[in-house]
């Protein structure tokens, strides 16, 4: 199994620009989330989607849009990319339940420049 | 919304000796509480959890209190060894009867140096 896939695993922007990160996951699980990692912030979230058609925002949503296409993606956009948003991004699924164990994917390590 | 604070945020130890670190969580509702560790440039991964039915839990050097009343949780480490140097990261979630349902919330993450 893949589990948790994000693409892509590097990027350098342009202030302005926007971008989608990709996220999938092969594990049937109904819960996705994006989190930003900062040196010295931990796992700050932005999104999740509990379940298939829902979102709502986590700590650190501003600047930030997403969409649950179906039961496997979670995507992420920035649409008019800033400084501040450079950081390493995480992916990460989970089934809410008897094992709610959350898996990640391996990261987008994202510039703004 | 829930808020869950970790401490300390970075921890030297000598190889052999023991690790803690403590967190504490807002939300009296949550009822599940993971570790997860994270090796440099690597991604996080589940290294043990506990549900709020319980007050510990064991696995072979890594053990997970809950203190339910006091609403915090702590990870042990006993005979740290050079391999468990790495960010430790706490987590929280609460049940489907909340609004927060689903909502996985970390704390800031605990720097753990383990020296020879």
């Known amino acids: 199994n893949a589990g948790v896939t994000q693409t892509p695993k590097f990027q350098v922007l342009k202030t302005g620009q926007s971008m989608t990160l990709q996220c999938a996951q092969d594990m049937n699980h109904n819960s996705m989330y994006w989190y930003r990692q900062d040196p010295g912030m931990g796992l700050r979230l932005i999104y999740y989607s509990a379940s298939e058609g829902t979102t709502d925002k986590g700590e650190v949503p501003n600047g930030y849009n997403v969409s649950r296409l179906n039961k496997r993606e979670f995507s992420l956009r920035l649409e008019s990319a800033a400084p501040s948003q450079t950081s390493v991004y995480f992916c990460a699924s989970s089934e809410l339940g008897t094992n709610t164990e959350a898996f990640f994917g391996q990261g987008t390590r994202l510039t703004v420049v | 919304g829930e808020n869950v604070e970790q401490h300390p945020s970075t921890l030297s130890v000598q190889e052999g000796d023991s690790a803690v670190i403590k967190c504490t969580y807002s939300d009296s509702a949550s009822n599940y509480f993971p570790w997860y560790k994270q090796e440099l440039g690597k991604r996080p991964q589940l290294i043990i959890d506990i549900r709020s039915n319980v007050g510990e839990k064991k696995d072979q050097r890594i053990a997970v209190t809950l203190n339910k009343t006091a609403k915090h949780f702590s990870l042990h480490i006993t005979e740290t060894q050079p391999e468990d140097s790495a960010v430790y990261f706490c987590?929280?979630?609460?049940?489907?009867?909340?609004?927060?349902?689903?909502?996985?919330?970390f704390g800031a993450g605990t720097q753990v140096v383990v020296t020879p």
């Open positions: 987590a929280a979630i609460s049940p489907e009867t909340t609004d927060s349902w689903g909502k996985l919330q």
